[in-house]
């Protein structure tokens, strides 16, 4: 999908710099793809302690 986006050029270069992109379209998907992956990180952590799994890991792995 084509989009035209207004970025700033040092922004971009730097993204290119530190991830070792070769396009500019490849920096964008690895920033989309890591603010993703962060965002989902983000709920995980927040849902901490608030599942009961109620597994018994002795029974799991056939100790019982």
């Known amino acids: 999908m084509r989009t035209t ?17 070769k396009t500019k379209s490849q920096a964008i998907k ?8 962060s ?7 927040t849902r901490k302690g608030t599942i009961d ?3 018994d890991l002795d029974v799991l792995r056939d100790r019982k």
Do not use: C, F, N
């Not at 965002?39 to 952590?45: G, T």
């Open 39 to 45: 965002a989902k990180r983000k709920r995980l952590i």
């Open 5 to 21: 986006l207004d970025i700033p050029e040092a922004l971009i270069k730097e993204s290119m710099t530190l991830t070792g992109a």
């Open 30 to 37: 690895l920033a989309l793809k890591e603010q993703i992956r």
């Open 53 to 55: 799994l109620d597994i």
